[in-house]
């Protein structure tokens, strides 16, 4: 499992793993438990093909969503 560095606003979580044969909804997940941002809410960003060491951003918000009174 290649090991990679996620940024997430000014925040670095290094040394997050990715399972290649695992869908990405599973990454997601893993992430979400780091973050408290929710899977279907996370945007990630990632330049060229995922490597061992790279870096990837994640854009999205933990807060939830304002409902209507």
Do not use: Y
Request: charge should be positive; glycine fraction near 10%; aromatic fraction near 8%.
């Amino acid at each position: 499992m290649p090991t990679v560095s996620v940024k997430w606003q000014k925040q670095i979580f290094p040394a997050v793993e990715i399972g290649t044969s695992q869908p990405p909804f599973e990454f997601k997940s893993q992430f979400c438990a780091l973050s408290g941002v929710p899977p279907e809410r996370q945007k990630i960003m990632v330049q060229g093909g995922l490597q061992k060491g790279q870096k990837l951003m994640m854009m999205g918000t933990a807060d939830g969503i304002v409902q209507a009174p």
